[in-house]
């Protein structure tokens, strides 16, 4: 994650980064990009990131987009611990400084989380 800088991660680095990962079919709308939130659209499926640099990220699409999942991963340096179905979407959350407790957390709140094992 070179091109954050300071915390902020502009539109155009995430679509490049996402690009670099070799994702062809993406976008990202700059117009929704804020310091720790940006959505775009991938293989015609619209997704959300929340992100905070080397703490969390949470990845929201109506499907899964494993592609997705991958490239982020990989700009991240980590992998998601757990995914869940909230609101119709499909939630995969990172965590690098407590995922066993955040897997907690989306238990109590009922949400069913799929814990992801380390490949």
């Given at each position: 994650?070179?091109?954050?800088?300071?915390?902020?991660?502009?539109?155009?680095?995430?679509?490049s980064d996402l690009?670099?990962?070799?994702?062809?079919?993406?976008?990202?709308?700059p117009l929704s990009t804020r310091p720790h939130f940006t959505s775009g659209v991938c293989n015609g499926h619209m997704f959300t990131l929340t992100w905070v640099k080397d703490r969390y990220a949470l990845l929201s699409t109506?499907?899964?987009?494993?592609?997705?999942?991958?490239?982020?991963?990989?700009?991240f340096e980590y992998r998601p611990f757990?995914?869940?179905?909230?609101?119709?979407?499909?939630?995969?959350?990172?965590?690098?400084?407590?995922?066993?407790?955040r897997f907690t957390v989306l238990q109590q709140k009922g949400w069913n989380p799929t814990r992801i094992e380390e490949a």
């Open positions: 994650m070179e091109t954050i800088v300071d915390g902020v991660w502009h539109w155009y680095d995430v679509l690009k670099a990962q070799g994702l062809e079919d993406i976008e990202v709308n109506p499907e899964e987009i494993p592609e997705l999942v991958s490239a982020f991963s990989e700009i757990a995914h869940y179905v909230l609101n119709q979407y499909v939630t995969f959350e990172w965590d690098r400084e407590d995922p066993n407790c």
